[in-house]
């Protein structure tokens, strides 16, 4: 009889070898043991067990080649772990097979219900089991259909638990990008319980999820910067800045959604249809953003040959998308088209370059200068990747996998790569540059709505803010600018010796330029009205003092001295002629002020009767324009004035045509002996002025 304490020890040992044989037992269960030609899967219970290693492999197709009794020992042998491409069959294109003799032993107590799980193959298969069909992922030709992005995909084992696993792929035509090793698996298929697969399907989708956690979360900014950017773009379609803003950052998201980014099983067909195109529109949006930013767009050449660059490059894009949609069923010139196609698109991505080289001259802040440097990086990592990447299989270039796929370092399982770090780091530049441009912006609209505040105030001083009462006649007015200064002027004077002179006209131009001019029009008339009543004196001496100083424009204008006993003489200079109750009243043509200081002008007098009315306008009138881009035009001026409108009637019927232009209304009426005169002036501005006093 051993020792208390002697006993105690022993117990202990024989537990902890216990606990190790049982461990190396659980180790076992599942473990794939070679039995000659067959792969045995030992005690596979709730688990899985890897079929990788040799597969029996068979370049071309015949269908009897699923049968299970078909002797194979003749077949060459490669490895299910790497594409057929990179195992002695590089660039083969077509149908191949592999098969493997596999033997599942059930583990004691299980269900004996197996799935069959295929991580990854190029691009097209079907999966035999026994000679029995179980399962495929896409389409055989001819009327082939696969998928631009490879998901994992698990087939049920249904049947006996030993015999042949057989697979059938087939590789699409290569195009331009595809490299010779690729083609048939990649990843050896495992077999386990239903559950096991599905969690090694999740697993393969979480890996994928989390080397792309920080596309997702750009996903919301992306969009978020486009949609303001639009928003701001429709609120003033000049900005074309944030047009292209907006098409620059949500481009990389629509391409990312068509490859794997929400796991959407496009077909490689569609996908690249669409991808093609789109991949062009996300380089020429970067082309028009830097023309924007850079200042370009102030060079016409230089904005002209970007569009012209830009559809050519569009439509390049274009024709290699469509091509895509035969790929099925490429030929030998399809796929020299693709890559006469692809090399032009990449011949385009140099455009960049040029655009920066010419922004070298230019005098920018460092913000723009930080977009420029990094879409210049950026764009040579595209360049040059992509250039290698065309036709790798026949150059064995390699800067595509270290420059694009090569995986530099990663942050909680996120990978970052150059062009990612790259594309952040543009992205970012971006965004500071638009935010210092809308900076920009603010401050020339300010300044902007200083020098319209200055014109206002101007223009409110030549404005009469009260029309003088004239004995013996009815005077009714009405001023409506097209915007918040307009050209239009009108005076009304009294002369000492008992006449009145009315000057009416239109200033060509719009701003400050034009409410400079008009204060100069009538600074001269109101001086020269002083020093005499002749219309034509009045008018010639405005002619000669405007002539070479109104920077190329130009004025129409009529003056007329209006005699207490009704007479009105008048003098014209290129302006339109007046109505005379509701007749167009002929005056002799002449050139506009400011044009030719020699020009000579002649006076035109006629005699008011008792209840005649004189109806004076400027173009803004018979101009307006209505929605579908009719003009007023004379017809309707005729009608109008035959019914001796007030000018703010007349005004009223132009504006609610279509105002396109300043309108500005002056009607006389000879009112009989005794008759009370009155006045009425009707100007938007003045009432402005006195809303804001």
């Known amino acids: 009889m051993l020792p208390h304490g002697t006993r105690v020890c022993c117990l202990q040992i024989l537990i902890l070898i216990g606990a190790v044989l049982l461990g190396r037992a659980e180790q076992t269960a599942g473990a794939s043991v070679q039995a000659g030609r067959t792969l045995v899967l030992d005690g596979l219970g709730k688990g899985t067990g890897d079929l990788g290693g040799l597969w029996q492999f068979h370049l071309g197709d015949d269908p009897s080649w699923a049968d299970p009794s078909l002797n194979d020992s003749g077949w060459e042998s490669i490895l299910a772990d790497a594409p057929w491409g990179a195992q002695g069959h590089p660039s083969y294109a077509g149908i191949a097979w592999y098969r493997r003799h596999v033997e599942i032993v059930p583990a004691p107590g299980t269900t004996s219900q197996y799935q069959v799980l295929i991580p990854r193959a190029d691009d097209a298969y079907e999966v035999y089991w026994n000679g029995k069909l179980i399962g495929r992922y896409g389409q055989f030709p001819p009327h082939a259909y696969w998928y631009y992005s490879v998901f994992p995909h698990s087939f049920p084992l249904t049947g006996s638990n030993s015999g042949v696993l057989a697979i059938r792929v087939w590789k699409a035509p290569l195009d331009i990008f595809s490299t010779a090793e690729w083609g048939g698996l990649w990843v050896p298929p495992i077999v386990g319980d239903p559950d096991t697969i599905k969690l090694n399907e999740n697993a393969i989708t979480w890996n994928s999820v989390q080397q792309d956690l920080f596309d997702y979360a750009l996903i919301l900014l992306r969009a978020f910067v486009a949609v303001m950017c639009v928003v701001l773009w429709s609120r003033n379609r000049r900005e074309q800045l944030f047009l292209w803003v907006g098409v620059f950052t949500i481009t990389p998201v629509a391409l990312g959604i068509l490859q794997n980014l929400f796991f959407i099983p496009f077909s490689y067909e569609l996908a690249r249809f669409i991808n093609q195109p789109l991949y062009v529109l996300s380089n020429v949006s970067l082309w028009f953003l830097l023309v924007w930013l850079l200042r370009l767009n102030e060079n016409p050449r230089v904005l ?30 399809m796929q020299w088209a693709d890559g006469v196609l692809a090399s032009l698109i990449l011949l385009a991505e140099l455009f960049p370059f040029v655009l920066i080289a010419m922004a070298l001259r230019r005098r920018l802040d460092v913000s723009r200068w930080a977009v420029a440097l990094a879409a210049f990086v950026l764009q040579m990592i595209h360049t040059i990747g992509d250039s290698s990447a065309l036709g790798q299989r026949f150059t064995h270039w390699t800067l595509y996998s270290t420059l694009i796929d090569n995986q530099h370092f990663q942050i909680q399982g996120v990978v970052f790569g150059p062009e990612k770090v ?43 803010e009260a029309l003088p009462s004239l004995e013996g006649y009815s005077i009714t007015s009405a001023y409506t600018p097209a915007q918040e200064v307009g050209g239009d002027f009108f005076q009304i004077l009294a002369h000492p010796d008992g006449s009145t002179i009315v000057a009416l006209g239109d200033v060509s131009g719009k701003g400050l330029k034009a409410a400079m001019n008009v204060s100069m ?11 005499t009543s002749s219309p034509q004196e009045i008018i010639t001496a405005l002619n000669h003092c405007l002539t070479g100083r109104m920077q190329g424009g130009f004025a129409t204008g009529i003056v007329f001295r209006l005699d207490p006993d009704g007479t009105v003489t008048f003098a014209n200079a290129g302006h339109l002629p007046p109505f005379l109750n509701g007749q167009e009243f002929s005056l002799e043509p002449s050139l506009p002020l400011g044009l030719v200081s020699q020009a000579d002008y002649s006076e035109v007098e006629v005699r008011l009767q008792t209840g005649d009315q004189l109806s004076f306008y400027t173009d803004g009138l018979v101009e307006a324009r209505n929605a579908d881009g009719e003009l007023y035009g004379f017809d309707r001026l005729h009608t109008l004035f ?49 809303a804001r006093a």
């Open 422 to 464: 790259t594309s952040i780091a543009l992205f970012a530049a971006i965004i500071y540059a638009v935010y210092r441009y809308i900076l920009e912006q603010q401050a020339r609209r300010a300044a902007l709505e200083q020098e319209m505040q200055s014109a206002r105030e101007i223009q409110q001083v030549l404005i009469p």
């Open 304 to 333: 002209k040959w970007t569009e012209n660059l830009a559809w050519v490059t569009m439509a390049i894009g274009a024709a290699d998308g469509l091509l895509a949609l035969f790929w099925g069923s490429a030929t030998v010139w």
């Open 642 to 690: 035959a019914s001796r409108p007030t000018a703010q009637q007349a005004s009223e019927a132009a504006v609610a045509f279509g105002q396109d232009d300043d309108i500005t209304v002056l009607t006389l009426t000879r009112l009989a002996a005794g008759e009370e005169s009155t006045t009425l002036l009707v100007a938007p501005i003045l009432d402005d002025v006195t």
């Open 521 to 531: 029009i009538v600074g001269v008339m109101r001086s020269q009205a002083a020093a």
